[in-house]
């Protein structure tokens, strides 16, 4: 293939130096035929293998570029396979450490919440408690607020009463009602002692005096009281000390003690007048 141009080069040359030369006309007119259809032979044949060469080379080219197309394919393919098998991989990775930590943050979540909600119920219960135990014990002071206001309208009651009874009897059975309710009430078993002084029970009188008086030394009203018992008992010093303090603590009781018949003993004795009487001095 590499030789016909060469001869075609050479054929060339040869007719060159043939035509250089001046050969007979009929020399020339029989060989230019044969040169042209050997000329044009060679150009014939070598178009063909240009086409030939062309063609093959296109085939070839063709072929290279199909496997290196087939070999970019599969390259692109496995690449494409192994990349899904590695998103695959980290995904379903990704998605099991996510789906732990998401149990986990729900667990804890969960647990966080109920101790707090347990904190919260424990604070509220304590302090449920302790307005349960302020409303029991507000409760308890009304209801025995309410209990004494009760006893004090019932004693006032009795108090009314008594004002309105005629005989010492009477008077001592509302007494008696009225320490029933509240025993060891000083005004009732003074006012008490006062009424058994009027039924002349001097004894009974100088008793009750003395149970006033063992709780208030002070009371005026025991002490006049047992004061009278005393001189009635006769006791007449005994009888002027009680006064004494009776009237040091309420001088009202000067004027009464002057015309009290249960101090009549008493009148002529120098203590006693100077006690109801001190003008005399």
């Given at each position: 293939?590499?030789?016909?141009?060469?001869?075609?080069?050479?054929?060339?040359?040869?007719?060159?130096?043939?035509?250089?030369?001046?050969?007979?006309?009929?020399?020339?007119?029989?060989?230019?035929?044969?040169?042209?259809?050997?000329?044009?032979?060679?150009?014939?044949?070598?178009?063909?293998?240009?086409?030939?060469?062309?063609?093959?080379?296109?085939?070839?080219?063709?072929?290279?570029?199909?496997?290196?197309?087939?070999?970019?394919?599969?390259?692109?393919?496995?690449?494409?396979?192994?990349?899904?098998?590695?998103?695959?991989?980290?995904?379903?990775?990704?998605?099991?450490?996510?789906?732990?930590?998401?149990?986990?943050?729900?667990?804890?979540?969960?647990?966080?919440?109920?101790?707090?909600?347990?904190?919260?119920?424990?604070?509220?219960?304590?302090?449920?408690?302790?307005?349960?135990?302020?409303?029991?014990?507000?409760?308890?002071i009304i209801a025995q607020n309410n209990k004494e206001i009760e006893?004090?309208?019932?004693?006032?009651?009795?108090?009314?009463?008594?004002?309105?009874?005629?005989?010492?009897?009477?008077?001592?059975?509302?007494?008696?009602?009225?320490?029933?309710?509240?025993?060891?009430?000083?005004?009732?078993?003074?006012?008490?002692?006062?009424?058994?002084?009027?039924?002349?029970?001097?004894?009974?009188?100088?008793?009750?005096?003395?149970?006033?008086?063992?709780?208030?030394?002070?009371?005026?009203?025991?002490?006049?009281?047992?004061?009278?018992?005393?001189?009635?008992?006769?006791?007449?010093?005994?009888?002027?000390?009680?006064?004494?303090?009776?009237?040091?603590?309420?001088?009202?009781?000067?004027?009464?003690?002057?015309?009290?018949?249960?101090?009549?003993?008493?009148?002529?004795?120098?203590?006693?007048?100077?006690?109801?009487?001190?003008?005399?001095?």
């Amino acid at each position: 293939m590499l030789f016909r141009p060469l001869i075609f080069f050479v054929a060339l040359v040869f007719s060159a130096l043939a035509s250089a030369e001046t050969p007979p006309a009929e020399d020339k007119i029989l060989e230019r035929p044969l040169m042209e259809r050997y000329i044009l032979d060679e150009l014939k044949a070598l178009r063909i293998d240009q086409q030939d060469l062309e063609r093959r080379m296109v085939i070839e080219i063709t072929d290279r570029e199909l496997a290196v197309a087939d070999k970019s394919m599969n390259y692109a393919n496995v690449t494409v396979t192994y990349f899904f098998y590695l998103i695959a991989g980290a995904a379903s990775l990704f998605a099991f450490v996510g789906w732990q930590s998401l149990r986990e943050l729900r667990d804890n979540t969960k647990k966080a919440a109920d101790q707090q909600l347990q904190s919260i119920a424990n604070q509220y219960e304590k302090k449920f408690q302790r307005l349960e135990q302020d409303l029991k014990r507000k409760t308890r002071i009304i209801a025995q607020n309410n209990k004494e206001i009760e006893t004090i309208n019932e004693i006032h009651n009795l108090w009314l009463r008594s004002q309105g009874l005629q005989t010492p009897e009477q008077k001592i059975e509302v007494y008696d009602d009225i320490l029933k309710i509240r025993p060891g009430d000083l005004e009732a078993l003074t006012y008490k002692a006062d009424a058994v002084m009027e039924i002349r029970e001097f004894h009974w009188a100088l008793s009750l005096c003395n149970r006033v008086l063992e709780l208030d030394s002070s009371n005026a009203h025991a002490l006049y009281q047992r004061a009278c018992a005393y001189a009635c008992l006769g006791s007449e010093e005994l009888a002027i000390n009680d006064l004494e303090k009776a009237v040091s603590g309420s001088a009202s009781l000067r004027e009464l003690a002057a015309e009290d018949p249960d101090f009549e003993s008493l009148h002529g004795n120098e203590r006693f007048e100077l006690l109801i009487d001190p003008s005399d001095t």
